[in-house]
């Protein structure tokens, strides 16, 4: 099987204008992205980008990219147009967060095993949680599974819900999960969705992979130990800097 990963990355970020351009200890954050994608085992790299700055930059230090419409409401949306755009032929995609520079590729190469079976529609990762702050943050996106550890549901509240027990015991009694924002899609499940309409739940939740379960799709979970730093406005990158080495 194919797989081929790609990186949706645009300019006007809402809370961090530039973001894919900035330094961390001398590379820009869409360069360290790439690197780490690189070390997968994915077959290409591609960025899919909406602004001549960025492409430049990535041609600058080696990779590939395709413009994409500035419009899109996700990034699954970007990968999909992107997808037409890329010469050759791929089974799957990984959809690469643009802003975890430090992303580990063996949890790329987990996504790339999940989405390469028969009966995986869409992959991701979750990571079990241990800090009660991040257990209550709306901020961090949990998910429920079934015994074969198909997504049952996302929320931003915590779940499952432990009733008649006191919120400073949950991580005790109970086990919780956060969702690892990184996506296998099959190719026709990632053409099947771009279709689809926003949902009641998604809408609900502002959590686009409700959209795919209310439509009756299967999305297969990995579990993972890995933790990388998602870089979400300027005060980050002293963390991400604090992060790397070189």
């Excluded at 085992?41 to 909406?50: F, M, N, Q, S, Y």
């Excluded at 996504?111 to 869409?122: C, G, K, M, P, W």
């Excluded at 943050?137 to 499952?160: C, G």
């Excluded at 690892?180 to 279709?195: P, S």
């Amino acid at each position: 099987m194919k797989v081929i990963g790609i990186i949706p990355s645009r300019y006007n970020s809402t809370r961090f204008p530039g973001k894919p351009l900035a330094m961390i200890k001398g590379k820009t954050m869409i360069h360290r992205v790439c690197e780490q994608a690189w070390k997968s085992k994915l077959d290409a790299v591609v960025v899919a980008t909406d602004d001549m700055r960025i492409a430049e930059e990535v041609l600058s230090f080696g990779g590939q990219y395709v413009l994409t419409d500035p419009n899109h409401p996700s990034g699954t949306d970007r990968c999909c147009e992107a997808l037409y755009m890329i010469e050759g032929q791929y089974d799957a995609v990984v959809n690469i967060q643009g802003d975890e520079p430090f992303i580990d590729p063996e949890q790329i190469d987990q996504v790339i095993e999940l989405i390469s079976r028969d009966d995986t529609q869409l992959a991701s990762l979750a990571k079990r949680i241990e800090d009660e702050k991040e257990l209550f943050s709306q901020n961090t996106v949990k998910v429920v599974m079934d015994r074969e550890d198909n997504a049952l549901y996302f929320s931003r509240n915590p779940i499952p819900f432990m009733r008649n027990l006191n919120q400073d015991k949950w991580l005790q009694r109970g086990t919780f999960y956060k969702h690892i924002g990184i996506y296998g899609y099959k190719v026709e499940t990632l053409r099947q969705i771009a279709e689809m309409q926003p949902t009641a739940l998604e809408i609900s939740e502002s959590l686009e992979q409700l959209r795919w379960l209310e439509n009756g799709l299967n999305i297969r979970m990995g579990i993972t130990k890995s933790e990388s730093v998602s870089i979400d406005q300027p005060t980050d990158l002293k963390k991400a800097e604090q992060f790397t080495q070189n």
